[in-house]
């Protein structure tokens, strides 16, 4: 399969929130958030429009301090940091509005219960007003909802959904290294069998090109599969 990023509903809904950020009214404020299941394709989607865009992309880690968090958001700017923490904050901050660039913040979750972290990017949001948007799972918007001063700065938010047919369809055109019709019926069976994780939407679609491809296939539907189970763990 070719190696690209598709731009099914997801992905257009998180463009469109970048978009709106950028081009708000300076009453609006410029949080965003992206959140969602596992596998959804939360990362691949960000790491593409980070770069499309002038924006500078970071991951959380469990071990994170504001040192850390800032050190590697200065990394990604090009920038040595240059400690104490009042500084880095104004190094980013400086940098952020120079460039008008975005600051996507991904693995969230394992900083929102980090006082310190979230009040620092709460600082730089407020001093530089560039769009930061804070990437996480399905739970983290109940837990940012808890620090009333970041979440009522959030204006724009994405919740991924489950890829449907018109999605696969699509991946099916966009992805596929050979002329392949895809049928109906095994693209809701795929849908079904994954729950709409793209993750596992992709891994089916890999072994079904190279079964097509291994056979000499022009078409794949429910009974020329057969019963091989598509995911790990899947019955028969």
């Keep these: 399969m070719k190696h690209k990023v598709v731009t099914v509903k997801n992905v257009n809904k998180s463009m469109n929130l970048l ?49 850390s968090f800032l050190g590697r958001v200065l990394q990604e700017m090009g920038e040595v940091p240059r400690p104490p923490l009042s500084n880095m904050v104004g190094q980013v901050i400086e ?19 980090n006082t310190r972290i979230m009040e620092t990017i709460r600082d730089i949001y407020d001093s530089a007003e560039e ?34 047919l018109d999605d696969m369809e699509m991946l099916v055109k966009e992805l596929f290294e050979i002329n392949l019709d895809i049928k109906e019926d095994m693209l809701s069976y795929i849908c079904n069998e994954s729950g709409g994780e793209m993750r596992q939407i992709l891994v089916a679609l890999e072994k079904i090109e190279r079964f097509a491809m291994a056979n000499k296939l022009d078409t794949v539907d429910r009974r020329s599969w057969g019963k091989e189970p598509l995911f790990l763990l899947q019955r028969r």
């Excluded at 009333?148 to 959904?161: A, D, G, L, Y």
């Design 131 to 164: 769009p930061i948007v804070l990437i996480g799972m399905e739970q983290i918007a109940r837990r940012i909802s808890h620090r009333k001063q970041m979440f009522n700065r959030i204006s724009e938010w994405v919740e991924f959904q489950p890829a449907d």
């Design 95 to 113: 940098r952020m509005v120079m460039d008008h660039c975005s600051l996507f913040i991904d693995e969230a979750d394992h900083i929102v219960n």
């Design 19 to 67: 978009r709106n950020l950028q081009s708000r009214s300076s009453i609006i404020p410029g949080l965003g958030l992206i959140h969602g299941p596992s596998g959804f394709g939360k990362t691949t989607t960000v790491v593409w429009m980070f770069n499309q865009t002038r924006s500078v992309y970071v991951r959380c880690y469990a071990t994170d301090t504001p040192s």
